[in-house]
């Protein structure tokens, strides 16, 4: 499915400045892919290069749009009403290659690994990889909660 007009910010709690993710790309019940256009004023940028932290907090942001995907109807995509929170709750492995400079797009791909759902929240194990220019940037594997605030 594809999704590059899907408004990112019905999926994620997040805002600028700390809105990491530009685009969905495509998106399904196990894999999501996004884009990221790293801009001069991002809060992640470190002497003309978008650091580490940021590397992470893309992943996240980037994964958990597969568990938030499942909190709305098919055919309510737009997530009207619908608020979501998440969080990291380990970080089991990351490895960090390369830092883009400012100005580059990143593409993270994301696929669902494991996942466990109770009545309040959902549990997900997550891997990652984030490139750009067809160059590994960062790879690893996250916990996250995610969980639909009533």
Partial sequence: MNFHI??????????????????????????VSTSFEIKSDCIFNDNGFFNEVGLVENAAQTCSSIVGKSFFKEDDLEGKGTKLIGFISAIKK????????????????AKLKSRFDTNEYSI????????????????????????ELK
């Fill in 6 to 31: 899907l408004d990112i910010k019905k999926f994620l709690p997040h805002r600028e400045p700390f809105l990491m993710v530009d685009h969905v790309l495509t998106i399904d019940e196990v894999h």
């Fill in 94 to 109: 990351v490895n960090v290659l390369a830092c883009p400079k400012v100005g580059s797009t990143i593409t993270t791909n």
């Fill in 124 to 147: 997900c194990t997550i891997n990652c990889t984030t490139t750009s220019n067809d160059k590994e940037l960062l790879s690893c594997e996250l916990n996250l909660v995610i969980r």
